[in-house]
């Protein structure tokens, strides 16, 4: 085992004091969740330990780290904090060495890794609405090799505001190739699953419904004729104020930002309508819904009505709070990537090293919204982490203190 800390405790203002075993625990837990992840370098170039390499690039990363040479400044900085817990026999590793051996770790391990981790947060926490939607990593195309943007799906807990999984999209495909296999890395059940118009697919409602889960899917033009008849039932209803027809009806008036926003959501059962294109291939289908946006801005209005298919019992209260709580991986997801670790501009798009400094970001994203104690954005966090060594231990304590999941999330 490595060497422990000085014997002083380890204190940041508005946080809990951490002893020495408390900081031993927490570089031995991240030791342990990657502990599956196997060196790809060749022995004879294995100058630098696997682990001390990954918990620089990790630490590198929730300190605002964007790219190798941004880790190899960080370790440099850091140096004397970090011998204390890990080897450095040979020093920091070079930009060039971060880079090589993450584009060599093999992604579907460090994902697993992954999962190991947040299987035990979710656990604890309680993940139920979890929507899931793709983001493109615009600076991983090469147009020298003829390499597209690397494109990943990931499911998001909207109320805890933590990453749960993430998935390739494979060359040449779509979201509705991967959409499944992110199903299949989560326990679903007892779950509420909301995607948009790209994963409206029966055999995807059919997983989620298997899985003892319940979804909420966007209905639009890639379902044309059904799109089409549910659109028209609705406004031909609607114009006659869903006379003699069982409904739930939910209204919310939201304002801010020099905007005005009202949200209608209708929500009528199957049985209300009548027989609607292949609607039995719908597995567990129970109502369609109807969403009705007027934005009122400081120079113009903007209306927008979506449609949805959900397996959910018809209560427009709950159904409103759920497609609401969907933005919440465009908003906080996406936009958080790019604006608190500038993911959009990142060149990196070697081998694996894309999507494995993606892991690295929703890793880091995750610990930063778990620390609570210091009330300021995710960017203030990750910048005082920079400064801060104690804070740092601060945000790995909040997002490692649990014990290893043995029960699975989302129930």
Same mark, same amino acid.
């Given at each position: 085992?490595?060497?422990?800390?000085?014997?002083?405790?380890?204190?940041?203002?508005?946080?809990k004091?951490?002893?020495?075993?408390?900081?031993?625990?927490?570089?031995?837990?991240?030791?342990?969740?990657?502990? =599956?992840?196997?060196?790809?370098?060749?022995?004879?170039?294995?100058?630098?330990?696997?682990?001390?390499?990954?918990?620089?690039?990790?630490?590198?990363?929730?300190?605002?780290?964007?790219?190798?040479e941004?880790?190899?400044?960080?370790?440099?900085?850091? &140096?004397? #904090?970090?011998e204390?817990?890990?080897?450095?026999?040979?020093?920091?590793?070079?930009?060039?060495?971060?880079?090589?051996?993450?584009e060599?770790?093999?992604?579907?391990?460090?994902?697993q890794?992954?999962?190991?981790?947040?299987q035990s947060?979710?656990?604890?926490?309680?993940?139920?609405?979890?929507?899931?939607?793709?983001k493109?990593?615009?600076?991983?195309?090469?147009?020298?090799?003829?390499?597209?943007a690397?494109? !990943?799906? /990931?499911? #998001? +807990?909207?109320?805890h505001?933590?990453?749960?999984?993430?998935?390739?999209?494979?060359?040449?495909?779509n979201?509705?190739?991967?959409?499944?296999?992110l199903?299949?890395?989560?326990?679903?059940?007892?779950?509420?699953?909301?995607?948009?118009?790209?994963?409206?697919?029966?055999?995807?409602?059919?997983?989620?419904?298997?899985?003892?889960?319940?979804?909420?899917?966007?209905?639009?033009?890639?379902?044309?004729t059904?799109?089409? =008849?549910?659109?028209?039932?609705?406004?031909?209803?609607?114009?006659?104020?869903? =006379?003699?027809?069982?409904?739930?009806?939910?209204?919310?008036?939201?304002?801010? &930002?020099?905007?005005?926003?009202?949200?209608?959501?209708?929500?009528?059962?199957? /049985?209300?309508?009548?027989? !609607?294109?292949?609607?039995?291939?719908?597995?567990?289908?129970?109502c369609?819904?109807?969403?009705?946006?007027v934005? &009122?801005?400081?120079?113009k209005?903007?209306?927008?009505?979506?449609?949805y298919?959900?397996s959910?019992?018809?209560?427009?209260?709950?159904?409103?709070?759920?497609?609401?709580?969907?933005?919440?991986?465009?908003?906080?997801? &996406?936009?958080?990537?790019?604006?608190?670790?500038? =993911? %959009?501009?990142?060149?990196?798009?070697?081998?694996?090293?894309?999507?494995?400094? /993606?892991?690295?970001?929703?890793?880091?994203?995750?610990?930063?919204?778990?620390?609570? /104690?210091f009330?300021?954005?995710?960017?203030?966090?990750?910048?005082?982490?920079?400064?801060?060594?104690?804070?740092? !231990?601060?945000?790995?304590?909040?997002?490692?203190?649990?014990? %290893?999941? +043995?029960?699975?999330?989302?129930?």
């Amino acid at each position: 085992m490595t060497p422990g800390f000085k014997s002083e405790n380890l204190t940041t203002k508005n946080s809990k004091t951490l002893s020495i075993a408390n900081a031993n625990a927490l570089i031995e837990k991240m030791e342990l969740i990657f502990s =599956e992840i196997k060196d790809p370098r060749v022995e004879r170039t294995r100058y630098h330990s696997l682990m001390d390499i990954l918990i620089i690039g990790i630490l590198s990363v929730i300190a605002g780290g964007e790219g190798w040479e941004d880790m190899q400044n960080y370790g440099l900085s850091k &140096h004397d #904090w970090l011998e204390k817990f890990l080897e450095l026999r040979w020093g920091i590793p070079s930009p060039d060495t971060f880079r090589r051996v993450f584009e060599r770790i093999n992604p579907k391990v460090f994902e697993q890794c992954f999962q190991k981790w947040v299987q035990s947060i979710v656990e604890t926490v309680g993940a139920q609405i979890i929507p899931i939607d793709g983001k493109t990593l615009k600076g991983s195309y090469d147009r020298e090799q003829g390499k597209s943007a690397l494109h !990943l799906v /990931s499911a #998001w +807990s909207s109320q805890h505001r933590l990453v749960l999984g993430q998935v390739k999209v494979a060359d040449k495909s779509n979201e509705i190739t991967a959409i499944p296999a992110l199903l299949e890395l989560l326990d679903l059940a007892g779950c509420i699953i909301t995607i948009d118009a790209m994963g409206t697919q029966t055999a995807i409602a059919s997983q989620i419904y298997h899985a003892n889960a319940n979804y909420i899917l966007a209905l639009k033009g890639n379902h044309p004729t059904l799109h089409s =008849e549910v659109k028209d039932w609705f406004e031909k209803h609607l114009s006659q104020g869903f =006379e003699g027809i069982i409904n739930s009806y939910s209204e919310r008036v939201e304002r801010g &930002h020099h905007r005005t926003e009202k949200r209608q959501v209708w929500c009528v059962p199957i /049985s209300q309508l009548p027989s !609607l294109h292949n609607h039995s291939d719908w597995v567990g289908l129970k109502c369609v819904v109807m969403v009705i946006r007027v934005r &009122h801005l400081w120079n113009k209005t903007t209306r927008e009505v979506q449609f949805y298919l959900t397996s959910l019992d018809c209560d427009a209260n709950k159904l409103a709070q759920a497609i609401r709580l969907h933005w919440g991986i465009e908003n906080s997801l &996406h936009w958080s990537l790019d604006v608190t670790f500038n =993911e %959009d501009a990142c060149r990196v798009r070697t081998g694996h090293a894309p999507q494995n400094l /993606s892991l690295l970001r929703r890793l880091a994203l995750n610990a930063l919204n778990l620390e609570q /104690s210091f009330k300021r954005s995710n960017r203030q966090k990750s910048k005082r982490a920079a400064m801060d060594n104690n804070y740092m !231990l601060t945000i790995l304590a909040a997002c490692l203190s649990c014990d %290893d999941a +043995s029960e699975p999330p989302c129930q």
